[in-house]
């Protein structure tokens, strides 16, 4: 099963602007993820917040959880073709796993 | 270490017959993931270790599925009569005790079931 959805589904950009993912999940959380993933590749981890923390930044990456509305948010600012990919955020609930959702497809035009 | 290593990288079968993956992971890491992932979804979870021990299961994993990894180190992954509904990409990631860093994946491995 998938925990988190993210919105919207795809997103196409200019490069230059910021892009804004949205992710929302149902239980209670340890932390929140980010992960991004290039065509036909693995997974590479982006950025952790955890779930007393509110806003946490990563060089062009900004993420916000806001666990009263279980809900996150991932904005990478000042986008480049570079970022065309597809990005999940994923759940740790206290378990031993983690649950992804069904990931956003960003394309950056240049 | 160059990270989470996976082979092979794309495999083709037969339906009906097994095949196995291998997992080599970040050698300090304790914990290991295998992940199934299907096109235009995000990864389903199947099965954890802790060491070499193996905590938790997916009901995904089904009786042809079956996971191993000996004396904590690699790990394998084998499918036994194989179904075109087999058909995805196979992520193995590792991960310290706490996870803090997040998980390290490999490229992945793409079975084919024709």
């Known amino acids: 099963s998938q925990q988190g959805e993210e919105d919207p589904q795809a997103l196409s950009i200019q490069e230059g602007e910021n892009a804004t993912m949205n992710c929302s999940y149902k239980?209670?959380?340890?932390?929140l993820q980010w992960y991004r993933q290039n065509s036909g590749r693995g997974l590479v981890h982006l950025i952790l917040?955890?779930?007393?923390?509110r806003e946490k930044h990563s060089g062009r990456l900004r993420v916000t959880l806001d666990t009263s509305k279980k809900s996150s948010s991932l904005l990478i600012t000042a986008s480049r073709a570079a970022d065309t990919a597809s990005y999940f955020c994923a759940t740790d609930e206290y378990g031993n796993k983690l649950v992804f959702g069904a990931g956003t497809i960003l394309r950056v035009k240049s | 270490d160059t990270g989470v290593s996976q082979d092979p990288r794309h495999k083709i079968t037969k339906r009906g017959q097994n095949v196995t993956f291998r997992c080599d992971p970040i050698s300090e890491h304790n914990r290991l993931y295998w992940y199934r992932q299907t096109l235009g979804q995000g990864p389903e979870f199947l099965t954890y270790f802790q060491n070499e021990a193996q905590l938790e299961k997916s009901r995904l994993l089904s009786d042809r599925f079956s996971a191993e990894r000996p004396k904590g180190s690699f790990s394998t992954l084998e499918i036994q009569r194989t179904e075109q509904g087999d058909s995805a990409m196979y992520l193995c990631a590792s991960s310290d005790n706490s996870g803090g860093d997040g998980y390290t994946f490999g490229s992945g491995t793409r079975l084919t079931v024709v």
């Open positions: 239980t209670s959380i340890n932390n």
């Open positions: 917040i955890r779930s007393n923390e």
